[in-house]
């Protein structure tokens, strides 16, 4: 079983900067990617960010040289800097991952829990 656990949002006033962190553990034979969506309400989920195994990141244009996502040497925990928050930047924001639990077994995608980023005054 896998599980990816997130951390860090919050309430932020604009302008502000928040860390999110997101930890994968349990069954795990590879990590491809990891990753951050967010959902606003009334919205759908969007792509916020991703970095592969090989550290290679894609950035949503809304995001770019703003947020800056990165990982851990271990390569089990993915974190997301938010600096210059927006109020636009109110949402869930989702932690993912391409994972191949076992050897042999096929790659898969999973999802945190979500955790609230509100930027508001």
């Known amino acids: 079983q896998v599980q990816l656990v997130e951390s860090g949002g919050g309430l932020v006033q604009p302008g502000g900067s928040l860390r999110l962190s997101c930890a994968a553990s349990g069954s795990i034979f590879s990590i491809y990617a990891m990753g951050w969506y967010r959902q606003a309400p009334g919205k759908q989920r969007e792509l916020v960010a991703t970095?592969?195994?090989?550290?290679?990141?894609i950035y949503a244009d809304s995001v770019k040289g703003r947020f800056t996502i990165s990982k851990n040497n271990a390569w089990n925990t993915v974190y997301l800097q938010m600096n210059s928050l927006k109020p636009e930047d109110t949402a869930v924001y989702y932690c993912n991952a391409d994972i191949r639990p076992y050897v042999g077994n096929p790659r898969r995608t999973y999802w945190g829990q979500g955790t609230q980023v509100t930027v508001s005054s």
């Open positions: 970095i592969a195994s090989n550290g290679s990141t």
